[in-house]
């Protein structure tokens, strides 16, 4: 599985690990929209979190954090595209909103800016096709 940085997905991701033992990679570029971020958390690094999450694979994030003030709309669509391409056939991908919901629309190829992700919810794609958003 994949998660962003965020403490909040990160808290996400741990019952998923224990339950399922699912291998948690922490992956900067599954993380906010920057206009977000910057509305949001008035802060400009995202803290490497290894002792409070030892079990999760650390090794795409940088040890000294993740440096948020100068990532543009262009870095975050690009790092997506990029994430995109590398996912394996199966994945569990713990992010945000809109981040899942862009994610979908490049992995799909359907425009989905009318789409509401809710909070806590699911998306699921199989084949490249998307098969639902929403609760449970």
């Known amino acids: ?12 991701a741990a019952p998923i690990e224990k339950r ?3 291998k948690i ?4 570029r599954i993380g906010e929209v920057p206009d977000e971020l910057a509305m949001a ?3 400009t690094t995202i803290p490497c979190r290894t002792e409070e999450f030892p079990t999760y694979d650390w090794s795409r ?6 440096c948020i003030k100068d990532r543009t709309m262009a870095d975050y669509r690009a790092d997506l595209e990029a994430f995109a391409k590398e ?7 713990i992010s945000h909103m809109t981040t899942v ?5 490049i992995i799909t190829g359907c425009n989905l800016k009318d789409k509401e992700v809710p909070n806590c919810s ?8 998307l098969v639902f958003i929403g609760k449970r």
């Open 61 to 66: 994030f940088q040890p000294e954090g993740l």
């Open 25 to 28: 990679v922490v992956d900067a």
């Open 20 to 22: 399922y033992g699912v």
């Open 1 to 12: 599985g994949f998660v962003s940085p965020y403490l909040r997905t990160l808290r996400t």
């Open 101 to 105: 919901r862009d994610l979908a629309e």
């Open 41 to 43: 958390l008035r802060k």
């Open 87 to 93: 996912l394996p056939d199966f994945a569990v991908v």
């Open 122 to 129: 699911v998306t699921l794609i199989g084949d490249g096709e």
